[in-house]
């Protein structure tokens, strides 16, 4: 009797067993279909000076989900990307993040483009508790303890302008002249261009802005030129460039110009006419500051990698420093590896590792020196390299169609 009560116990334990372990197999399969990592990423087709660098930048957050998606997901978890159709506007940035939010919570926010998109966005994201990749370059996204989820992508302004240093000291120039925007990060630009010059003993001796909606320049080249530099620093994107470029040829001030990282993103200098100024007099005296990406390297196999993904999302319009969106999505991966978790928080302690932020495949720069104290990549010095305007195709110079 008492062995035929324990068999039947038995039997019955057994069968209550298999109905629950089918159950969580079921529930873990459906969890991770019905649970995957949320993206979002400001986008658009329309933005004024910045859509070929938006729709860029948006292409590349794409590659960077494929290849991630393809590798398994951020932990299993498939990447669900969203896109905020805002036009790098900040206003329609924040209505869409707003709207998204009383639907579904994002694990992560990309911005590509646009600076007052990211001041924007920033506040918000931190009150949600969500991972903020920007690929600007802010001091409140820099800094743990305002934002501590939040990581800038982009080289900070002061390795952009001390990798000026050793041109000057190669060319011998001695009086420098510096010509920019009034975008925020312009200003910014401007101002630690001065304060880094002066502080490695050369005399800044202009230091003129320019109104980025205006049509001519002309009259702020020519404050400049009364300065009589020896060479001129400037900053632009899109249009501007343009604008100052011809400014200097209307004026037929032959002087050397070197323009920083965001001219040698705009295409106008990269091509030829009649969609760009590449072989006419405007660039006869230009130089462009690029990262190690932008020139073709047969060796550099995660680069490489990235650029025929987003070759095939419709390519990458400026040089590859607008790509960094790619970078941003692999960082997340990495981090969330690293950590065991998809938890915002613990991915963002894991990228503060070199080990971890060092080793995550990304293509722009191969390595995202962040740390607690910073989330702005520190980057060394001679990261950059100034050369002479020539084709970018797919965002790189030397590599074949």
């Not at 800044?204 to 909606?213: F, L, T």
């Not at 050397?256 to 990269?270: D, I, K, N, Q, R």
């Not at 987003?310 to 590896?337: F, P, Q, R, S, T």
């Amino acid at each position: 009797m008492i062995g035929r009560r324990a068999r039947w116990a038995a039997l019955a334990a057994a069968l209550l067993a298999l109905p629950a372990c089918g159950a969580a197999e079921e529930a873990g399969t459906a969890g991770a279909a019905e649970a995957p990592y949320v993206i979002m990423v400001s986008a658009g087709s329309d933005a004024g000076p910045v859509t070929d660098q938006l729709i860029t930048g948006v292409n590349s957050v794409k590659a960077g989900v494929e290849t991630v998606n393809e590798a398994g997901g951020i932990n299993g978890r498939q990447i669900k990307l969203i896109e905020s159709p805002d036009n790098a506007n900040p206003t329609k940035a924040v209505s869409g993040l707003r709207a998204q939010l009383a639907k579904e919570k994002p694990d992560a926010y990309i911005v590509t483009a646009g600076t007052q998109v990211s001041s924007a966005v920033a506040p918000i994201l931190n009150q949600n508790k969500i991972l903020f990749m920007n690929s600007a370059n802010l001091d409140e996204t820099a800094d743990p303890k305002q934002h501590p989820l939040a990581f800038n992508l982009a080289a900070s302004p002061r390795v952009v302008v001390e990798d000026y240093l050793p041109v000057f000291e190669a060319e011998g120039y001695k009086k420098i002249g510096i010509l920019h925007g009034n975008s925020p990060y312009a200003k910014t630009f401007g101002e630690l261009a001065e304060t880094v010059f002066k502080e490695n003993g050369y005399e800044v001796v202009g230091n003129v802005e320019y109104d980025s909606a205006a049509l001519d320049m002309t009259a702020q080249i020519s404050a400049l030129r009364d300065a009589a530099p020896d060479v001129v620093v400037f900053n632009a994107y899109g249009a501007p460039t343009g604008y100052v470029l011809k400014g200097m040829t209307k004026l037929g001030w032959d002087v050397p110009m070197l323009g920083e990282t965001s001219v040698a993103s705009t295409p106008l200098v990269t091509q030829e006419p009649p969609d760009g100024l590449l072989g006419l007099p405007e660039v006869k005296n230009l130089k462009i500051e690029v990262n190690a990406a932008t020139v073709y390297d047969p060796a550099a196999e995660a680069t490489n990698k990235a650029v025929e993904k987003m070759k095939a999302l419709g390519g990458i319009k400026g040089a590859m420093v607008n790509v960094l969106g790619y970078d941003g999505v692999l960082l997340i991966a990495a981090g969330a590896k690293s950590a065991g978790s998809t938890d915002a928080a613990a991915i963002a302690k894991a990228l503060e590792d070199p080990k971890v932020n060092g080793n995550a495949g990304t293509a722009v720069y191969g390595s995202y020196p962040y740390s607690a104290d910073s989330h702005e990549p520190k980057l060394p010095r001679g990261t950059h390299t100034f050369v002479p305007p020539a084709p970018i195709v797919n965002g790189q110079m030397g590599a074949s169609k």
